[in-house]
C-alpha cells in the first residue's frame, strides 16, 4: 500500500513537471499557480534570509563607524581646548613681559563686553577703580595701542578705541620723524592728518605715539603708514594706517598711566 502511494506520489510530480515545461515551451501562463505557491515561498524565504544575513554586518559596520566617529569628534573637541589654552597662555605670557618692561603699568584687565550702540569702537574690561584704573589712562596690548579709558565704575571701566571718530592722537612717523594727529574714521580704520604734501611719507614706515597730546605716552606703537595720498586735501596728505593690533581680536589689555 505505501509502495503504491509512493508510486502515485512521483507520477503527480513528474505530471506537474511535465505540464510546467510544456507551457514554458508554448509561452503560455501555467494552468495551475497553485503548484508554485510552495516553491514561492521557499524562494521568498530564503530570500529573505540572504538580506537578513547581509544586513547584520552593516549593522555591526555603522555601530563601529558610530564609534569610531564619536572619538573623532572627542578628539577634535580636546585637540582645540588644548589650542585655545595654548593661545590664552601665549597672550598671559606677553602681557606679564609687558608689565616687566613698563614702570607705568596699572592693571591687566580681560574684555568681557562691546557697547551694542557703538561695536566696534568701545569695549569694556572687567577691571575699574578699585584696581587703581582712572579715565584717560591708556589701554594697550603686547602688539600696540588700543585705546583710553573714558568711563570707570569700581569694578569695570570701558575704553574708546583708536578708531572711534572722537579718538584723535599724537604721532610721528618713526624713521622721518614727521609728526601729525591719528584720527579714528568710525568704521574699523585710523588716518595720519595734518602732514603736509611738502614730507615724503613711504608705506610701510612705523606709526608710533609722540606724547605731544599729553594724554599717550611716547613711543607706543600703532601701525604702520599702508596707503599715501598726497592729493587727499588742499594743504596735507591722507595716509591710511594700518593698525599693529587688530582691535576686533582684543580679549585682554594692559592699562597704563598717562
Given at each position: 500500500?505505501?509502495r503504491?502511494?509512493?508510486?502515485?506520489?512521483?507520477?503527480f510530480?513528474?505530471?506537474?513537471?511535465?505540464l510546467?515545461?510544456?507551457q514554458?515551451?508554448k509561452?503560455?501562463?501555467?494552468?495551475?499557480d497553485?503548484?508554485?505557491?510552495p516553491?514561492?515561498?521557499l524562494?521568498?524565504?530564503g530570500?529573505a534570509a540572504?538580506?537578513?544575513?547581509?544586513?547584520?554586518p552593516?549593522?555591526?559596520?555603522?555601530?563601529?563607524e558610530r564609534?569610531?566617529?564619536?572619538?573623532?569628534?572627542?578628539?577634535?573637541a580636546e585637540r582645540l581646548?588644548?589650542?585655545?589654552?595654548?593661545?590664552?597662555?601665549e597672550?598671559?605670557?606677553n602681557?606679564l613681559?609687558?608689565k616687566?618692561q613698563?614702570?607705568?603699568y596699572v592693571?591687566?584687565?580681560?574684555?568681557?563686553?562691546?557697547?551694542?550702540?557703538?561695536?566696534?569702537?568701545?569695549?569694556w574690561?572687567?577691571?575699574?577703580s578699585?584696581n587703581?584704573?582712572?579715565k584717560d589712562m591708556?589701554?594697550v596690548?603686547p602688539?600696540?595701542?588700543?585705546?583710553r579709558v573714558h568711563r570707570v565704575?569700581?569694578?569695570s571701566?570701558n575704553?574708546?578705541?583708536?578708531t572711534?571718530?572722537?579718538?584723535?592722537v599724537?604721532?610721528?612717523?618713526?624713521?622721518?620723524?614727521?609728526?601729525?594727529?591719528?584720527?579714528?574714521?568710525g568704521d574699523?580704520?585710523?588716518f595720519l592728518?595734518?602732514v603736509?604734501?611738502?614730507?615724503?611719507?613711504?608705506?610701510?614706515?612705523?606709526?608710533i605715539?609722540?606724547?605731544?597730546?599729553?594724554?599717550?605716552?611716547e613711543g607706543?606703537l600703532?601701525?604702520a603708514?599702508?596707503?599715501?595720498?598726497?592729493e587727499?586735501?588742499e594743504?596735507f596728505?591722507?595716509?591710511?594706517?594700518?593698525?599693529a593690533q587688530?582691535?576686533?581680536?582684543v580679549?585682554e589689555?594692559v592699562v597704563?598711566k598717562?
Amino acid at each position: 500500500m505505501l509502495r503504491n502511494k509512493f508510486i502515485l506520489f512521483a507520477l503527480f510530480i513528474l505530471f506537474i513537471f511535465a505540464l510546467l515545461t510544456f507551457q514554458s515551451i508554448k509561452g503560455e501562463r501555467p494552468l495551475f499557480d497553485f503548484t508554485l505557491y510552495p516553491l514561492k515561498v521557499l524562494e521568498q524565504g530564503g530570500s529573505a534570509a540572504l538580506s537578513v544575513l547581509d544586513y547584520i554586518p552593516f549593522i555591526g559596520k555603522s555601530g563601529e563607524e558610530r564609534s569610531l566617529s564619536d572619538r573623532l569628534n572627542k578628539c577634535e573637541a580636546e585637540r582645540l581646548k588644548y589650542k585655545e589654552a595654548a593661545s590664552e597662555n601665549e597672550r598671559l605670557r606677553n602681557i606679564l613681559q609687558l608689565k616687566l618692561q613698563r614702570s607705568d603699568y596699572v592693571t591687566a584687565a580681560e574684555v568681557f563686553a562691546r557697547d551694542p550702540g557703538n561695536w566696534f569702537n568701545i569695549l569694556w574690561i572687567n577691571k575699574g577703580s578699585i584696581n587703581g584704573i582712572a579715565k584717560d589712562m591708556i589701554a594697550v596690548t603686547p602688539l600696540g595701542l588700543v585705546g583710553r579709558v573714558h568711563r570707570v565704575s569700581s569694578e569695570s571701566a570701558n575704553v574708546i578705541l583708536i578708531t572711534d571718530v572722537n579718538s584723535s592722537v599724537a604721532v610721528r612717523l618713526e624713521s622721518s620723524r614727521i609728526e601729525g594727529i591719528l584720527e579714528g574714521s568710525g568704521d574699523g580704520k585710523c588716518f595720519l592728518k595734518y602732514v603736509s604734501r611738502d614730507f615724503e611719507v613711504q608705506p610701510g614706515e612705523n606709526v608710533i605715539t609722540s606724547g605731544l597730546d599729553r594724554i599717550f605716552p611716547e613711543g607706543l606703537l600703532i601701525g604702520a603708514a599702508s596707503s599715501v595720498d598726497r592729493e587727499g586735501g588742499e594743504a596735507f596728505q591722507l595716509i591710511e594706517v594700518e593698525l599693529a593690533q587688530n582691535l576686533n581680536t582684543v580679549e585682554e589689555v594692559v592699562v597704563l598711566k598717562r
